[in-house]
């Protein structure tokens, strides 16, 4: 069975930072990851869909990269914004199964 | 294209009543996913659905909860005789094929927030 963890829980940076969201999974037979961010009271909107035969996907600001053998995935944000802040969620496709897996996330606060 | 549409976005219920989520899929998808995400907590699978036929109910509570996706209208999740710890946020999510193999991302709704009292 799947299972994602996210480090850190919590992140607070000040503006203008570069910073590093952390997910790891269990089964490395995945094929794909997925990086959601979600607002406050709002749904997930997606970021970054990076497929097992890929390494890393880029969007602006945003990179994640992903090392299945070693089950992690990681999304790099440049020159943080208060506008980034949320909270931002992995997932993963449960073991050869479609429902997709998440992790509890982490809530990013980045302060003017 | 609308995204996926859920509603209502807030419901209150008394514990003993029932609710009624309903979900329409982005134009052209298929495939419709429920979540429920409890406070502090991630989001669970609950119930894969393909039109008229429930592919995976694997993370659906025993009693008490059910899902349909009918050939015409929303998909619906619904939840008798409501208990506090149903309070939750369900998320309906969407797909054109089945995302896992397809490479496909998936789509989320808004959400609905449902408050037992």
């Known amino acids: 069975k799947q299972e994602v963890t996210q480090i850190p829980a919590a992140l607070s940076v000040p503006e203008g930072e570069n910073l590093v969201l952390n997910c790891s999974f269990t089964d490395s037979a995945i094929y794909n990851l997925q990086w959601f961010r979600q607002d406050p009271g709002k749904g997930l909107t997606s970021l970054l869909l990076i497929q097992s035969s890929q390494r890393e996907q880029t969007s602006g600001r945003l990179n994640a990269s992903l090392d299945k053998s070693s089950g992690r995935s990681t999304l790099y944000i440049a020159a943080s914004q208060p506008g980034d802040s949320a909270t931002y969620l992995c997932a993963v496709p449960n073991s050869g199964n479609t429902p997709l897996v998440f992790g509890k996330g982490t809530r990013l606060s980045v302060i003017a | 294209n609308a995204g996926v549409m859920q509603n209502p976005r807030h419901l209150v219920r008394r514990r003993g009543q029932e609710a009624r989520l309903r979900c329409s899929p982005m134009?052209?998808?298929?495939?419709v996913y429920w979540y429920r995400q409890l406070p502090e907590e991630g989001l669970k699978f609950m119930v894969y659905l393909q039109k008229e036929n429930i592919i995976d109910e694997s993370g659906m509570p025993k009693e008490r909860f059910s899902a349909e996706f009918p050939k015409e209208g929303p998909s619906i999740l619904r939840i008798q005789q409501v208990v506090r710890g149903d309070s939750a946020a369900y998320f309906c999510?969407?797909?054109?094929?089945?995302?896992?193999?397809?490479?496909?991302?998936?789509?989320f709704g808004e959400g609905s927030w449902l408050t037992v009292v």
């Open positions: 134009k052209g998808h298929s495939h």
């Open positions: 999510a969407s797909s054109p094929t089945k995302s896992a193999d397809s490479g496909n991302t998936i789509y």
